[in-house]
């Protein structure tokens, strides 16, 4: 059993530790809200998500002068702020497609590993491609994944064309009639425009072999980067095909608060959340479980 409250350590302390001393400090409510927005603040939640949750606070708060009624409050508008989109996976069906898509470094070969492990071990039979074909090193990251885990892995040549090693693995994924494909895409920035169109070649050919696919695209991004991950982000919203987040490194983070500002700026769920190197450091994920390792 995963214990998310220690995975989250340096997170929960950052922000729950924080509250337990303002809420002990036996200051007013307007005193406490204008300090616990700087907390907010502090934490990575990103200032106009911060804005949002203290502004509800005032309103909802006018009946509880109590730390523990503003506590389970804040607890409550956490939960609402996570589950604005939905979080429920789409890769149940045989014959679904998951493509990732994320900056180098971020954890993309590694969190897909992690998902076809789990999709695995839940009696699913998976594939993996490379097609980032323009670094040799994740070809091989992932063929090494592959053999940890019995997993088939599709590759290209080096330098070919992404499509076309999509294609091929979409083609032995048909023949072999398998329950899931997992596309590692390559995450350069410096040719930004490039990257996406690229995205939406890939996107394109596989909806033309499967009506209903891909599923789901995940944009990794890596949460010890805090806000920051909000800026890289954006270079992808101009990807129109995403589905949701995969969130990084939450482990040995202090600045997993940007999960909230992620889903409330960028309007994405965040579905799977990676908190550790090993390949069962994955967790589907919980608004609610996740607001009560921070708080509770
Ligand atoms: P990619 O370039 O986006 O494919 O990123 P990688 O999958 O190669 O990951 C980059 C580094 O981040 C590797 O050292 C991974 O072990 C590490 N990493 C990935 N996910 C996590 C995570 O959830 N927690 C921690 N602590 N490290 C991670």
Redesign the pocket.
Known sequence: MINLKEKLSRTRRNIKHRIDELLASHKNREEILDDLMETLILADIGISTTEKIIEHLRENSRKTDSPEGIRALLQKEIVAILSQQPVEVGLEQPQSVAVFV??????????LAKLARHYQSNGKQVMMVAADTFRAA?QE?LSIWGKRLNIPVIRGQYGADPASVTYDALQSFKAKQFDLLLI?TA?RIHTNANLMSELEKIQKIISREFVRAPQEVFL?L?ASIGQNALIQAREFLKFSGLTGIFL?????TARGGCALSIVDELRLPIKFI????GDS?ILPFSPVEFADALLS
Not at 102 to 111: L, P, Q, R
């Open positions: 994320g900056v180098n470094g971020g954890g993309k070969t590694t969190s994740a990251q590692d995450g990794v890596d990084s490194k939450l482990d040995g990676g908190i550790g190197e450091d």
